[in-house]
């Protein structure tokens, strides 16, 4: 079957843009210039924009988290603390973010075709990020403050808790992947969902960084 390129009328060509780009970002973009048969690459593309659609969900929420504490000059009723950087929400922040890294080199171990050492990353960062989320979950039990405790309640469980979506959807993606790491020859003709879900996991840990600098490291 002969491959079909469809022309580029866009103002700015892709493949021009890509030169000039590191190699980590190059992954964001359509490759194969446009080739009907390149799935990977429309794929990797379409899941992009749909990272940017869910940065500006959050990215809503954190200017609205912003602009509620500079206009209210009692953010936190008489008697609460509100969310405290403790030790416990330091190493679960570590925990998450270190996970990156981790489910960095699982990628690569499966682009090397060693699957043991997939499996066994992958795994780990599963680990990770289900001790992150067993971790915010005690946290919020040891809060003395709820969801209905003022702004300061309400906009920090819609920030953690919408995250925390994200967190357990991430895990949800890697275990439906490391399922079918076990079924043979699944990965032969390309991986795009282990690269579209640790594209998925970097953008949790990098919403984590921003929110974790809005809420602990952010003091009244």
Known sequence: MQNTTHPDESPLSIQQLQRYLPNWLKRFLPTGGGRADDDHGKSMFGFTVFLLSESIIFLSFFVTYITLRLTNPHWLPPGVKGPELSTAVIINSVILVS????????????????????????????AMGAYFLVGE??????LDFG????????????LTGFHGL??????????????????PGNYNKGNFGVS????????VDVIWVVLFSLVYLWRT
């Not at 579209?196 to 953008?203: D, G, I, Y």
């Open 147 to 158: 969801p209905s405790t003022g702004v300061v309640g309400g906009t920090f469980y819609t």
């Open 196 to 203: 579209a879900s640790t594209l998925f996991w970097h953008f």
């Open 166 to 183: 994200h967190v357990l959807t991430g895990i949800i993606l890697q275990i439906i992947m490391l399922i079918r790491s076990f079924i």
């Open 137 to 142: 979950v005690k946290e919020w039990l040891g």
């Open 99 to 126: 996970s990156s890294f981790v489910i960095q080199a699982a990628e690569g171990a499966l682009k090397r075709r060693q699957l043991k050492r997939f499996r066994l990353l992958w795994l780990t960062t599963s």
